[in-house]
């Protein structure tokens, strides 16, 4: 697991750097792991309106579904203009819910790449949702 995931955070840290965060000077730069293999990156990319900005996990997933994947089965974020690990905020966690499994692990990590390893469901519990959607695949 841990192999994977140091070369998903490292994807996650170099696609950073194409962040588009001009408002708030915060690049976040996303790398997710598909089922077949496959690694898909995405970065914020902000917006003058403020509430059009995108996250980088969202990007990540958007990147990745467009693509044809329809499961995760991992994440790892970067904030290099952070000195404290920041995870995904919660619009990005229903999002981020709906395409991997509660198991899936998460890495976060920052500016001196510490990191905080946790799950898709230590991030969004309770997420009974989850159990009940019928199809994910269409
Ligand atoms: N941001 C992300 O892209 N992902 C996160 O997990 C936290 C926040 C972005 C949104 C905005 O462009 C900037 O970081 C500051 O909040």
Redesign the pocket.
Known sequence: MDSYMTELFQKAWEIARH?Y?P??H?R?G?ALLAEDGSIYTG????NRSFGL?????R?AIVQGVSAGQRKFRALA?A?PDSSVP????GA?RQVISEFMDPQAPVR?GCNDHTYIDTTVGELYPYDSLHDLALNTNS
């Open positions: 962040a965060a408002y708030s915060f976040v996303a970065v914020n990319v902000e900005t995108i996250c980088a996990e990007s974020i904030t920041v995870g995904p905020c990005c976060f």
